[in-house]
Structure formats: structure tokens, C-alpha cells
């Protein structure tokens, strides 16, 4: 598979492209939300994952233990009401979504690229720091970053604004993506599993029991497209499936940047195949 044997992008180029990011701030904030980002339901939408992380705080800890709200949140990151690393938060999580399986690569450079989860992190607050949005009196390695934020928040954001302007920037440093999709990928996956448990000395109740759970995953990733599959265990068909139905905003966003398909798209079946 063309997954493995990449390696991780440079901390410096990361650091410049979280630059360009913090600078396209403004203008892709009054893209998103024109009538203010305080009033938009993304903010909203952050404002109840604190509530939400609060709570579940607050059930797991003794009554003495007990710290308010602004208290818990006094050190995370984005800081609360801050409305410019909010929209920087969100363009770190889109960031490390794209490159979650995939790759990007230059087209003269015979090596790919993953960005590395504490490298993001970490370039996320130095970006900030440089740009004096942390408070000055808090060492930076006193932060904490947001837990990521749900995916519903991640849906109704607009979206596709902000993978155009993250695949902008990617242009602008010479990379392209070679793409690769993670439901296909657990499907195949999931697959594998269940050869495996056919060729395992399970008794026969155990391994059918087994393999039954595995198809009833498969068919919970296919079943928001529009047509099904008669074997869910029929990979090629699958990829198929995908082809014709899958709308993926990684996808499109690429394609309205740089007027082409990302490699890997269509999908083709030997990128998920051992």
C-alpha cells in the first residue's frame, strides 16, 4: 500500500504554512461568518463542546475537586472568546484531517509527507506566541489544546471555504496530495479480519459470530450512500460504490484549487489491497 514509508514533514515548513494560515484569517472569517464570528454557529457550535467537556468533567470528579467553568478553561486552547485562534484552532484539526492517512508530496521530490500530530500542536502554539496571542504572564507549554472538536461541528461550519484557502496554501509551498480515503481503508480492513477469522480454529458459533459483527461494520460505513452493495465482503464493488456516490469535501476542496483531482481519486482498488 502506498501508506507506508513516508515521511514527516519539517517542522519549519510546517511552521510556515500555519503562518499563511494565522494570515488568511480575516478574510476567510468574513467568508465564513458575514455577519459576525461571534454570531455564526461555528462559535456556537464550539461554545456547547466546552459545555459539553465541562459536564463531562464535573461527573468524574469529587465535590471537593469541584473548579468553575472559567476556572477549567482558563488555560485550554483557543482561549475562550477568542475569535481569530478559534478559526486557527479549526484550520489545525481540517489541517490534520487531510494529511490523516494521506500525503502530500512535491511533484520534484521522489518523498511524501505526513505532518505529525505533536509537531502540529506544538507549531500551533509557537504560530500564536509569535503573533502575541497567548498571555504573557503563562509559559506556553501551560496550555492545553481543545480536545478536537466534534464532527457535527466540523459539518456545519462552511466547510469547503476552509479546505480551499488550507489547499491554497499547500499550492503555494509546491505540494499536491495523493489521497487516501479512511472509510475505504477500514473496509479493507475490516475485510482482512474476517479472511482471517475464516482460516482461525474458532468453533464455528464463535467464528460466525465473529464474521457477522465485521459485515454489520461494513455495512454501517456503506449505508449513507445511495446504492448498497450485494457483498459487503466484495471490495472491488466497493470502491465502486465510492466512486459513483461519495461526495468528500477533501475532494472537492482540492479540485476547486488546483483544477484537477488529487492523486488517488478515483479510488483505485490496488491502494487498498495488500
Not at 457550535?45 to 465541562?54: A, D, K, N, P, T
Request: proline share 6%.
Amino acid at each position: 500500500m502506498k501508506f507506508y514509508n513516508n515521511k514527516k514533514l519539517e517542522r519549519a515548513c510546517l511552521y510556515n504554512i500555519l503562518q499563511d494560515c494565522y494570515d488568511m484569517i480575516p478574510r476567510l472569517m468574513k467568508t465564513i461568518t458575514p455577519e459576525g464570528w461571534e454570531s455564526g454557529l461555528t462559535h456556537q457550535e464550539l461554545l456547547i463542546h466546552r459545555q459539553e467537556l465541562y459536564d463531562a468533567f464535573l461527573d468524574n470528579i469529587q465535590p471537593e475537586d469541584y473548579i468553575s467553568f472559567d476556572q477549567y478553561f482558563s488555560s485550554s486552547f483557543p482561549p475562550a472568546q477568542h475569535s481569530e485562534l478559534e478559526l486557527f484552532y479549526l484550520l489545525a484539526i481540517i489541517l490534520s484531517e487531510i494529511t490523516l492517512a494521506s500525503v502530500i508530496y512535491r511533484p520534484d521530490d521522489l518523498e511524501s509527507y505526513y505532518i505529525n500530530p505533536d509537531d502540529m500542536i506544538a507549531t500551533v502554539f509557537q504560530v500564536a506566541a509569535k503573533r502575541r496571542q497567548l498571555d504573557k504572564g503563562k509559559d506556553r507549554n501551560s496550555y492545553r489544546l481543545l480536545p478536537p472538536c466534534p464532527f457535527r461541528l466540523l459539518e456545519d461550519m462552511e466547510l469547503h471555504h476552509c479546505m480551499e484557502a488550507l489547499f491554497a496554501i499547500l499550492r503555494s509551498h509546491g505540494f499536491k496530495l495523493d489521497y487516501w480515503d479512511m472509510e475505504l481503508l477500514e473496509i479493507a480492513e475490516l475485510q482482512d479480519a474476517h479472511s482471517a477469522i475464516f482460516y482461525s480454529g474458532l468453533d464455528p458459533a464463535e467464528k460466525e459470530k465473529q464474521q457477522a459483527e465485521l459485515e454489520l461494520q461494513i455495512i454501517e460505513i456503506i449505508s449513507p450512500y445511495t446504492a448498497q452493495v450485494d457483498n459487503p465482503f466484495d471490495l472491488p464493488a466497493v470502491v465502486k460504490l465510492f466512486n459513483r456516490y461519495k461526495i468528500c469535501p477533501i475532494i472537492l476542496g482540492y479540485l476547486h484549487s488546483y483544477d484537477e483531482f488529487p492523486k488517488g481519486y478515483p479510488y483505485r482498488l490496488e491502494d487498498y489491497c495488500e
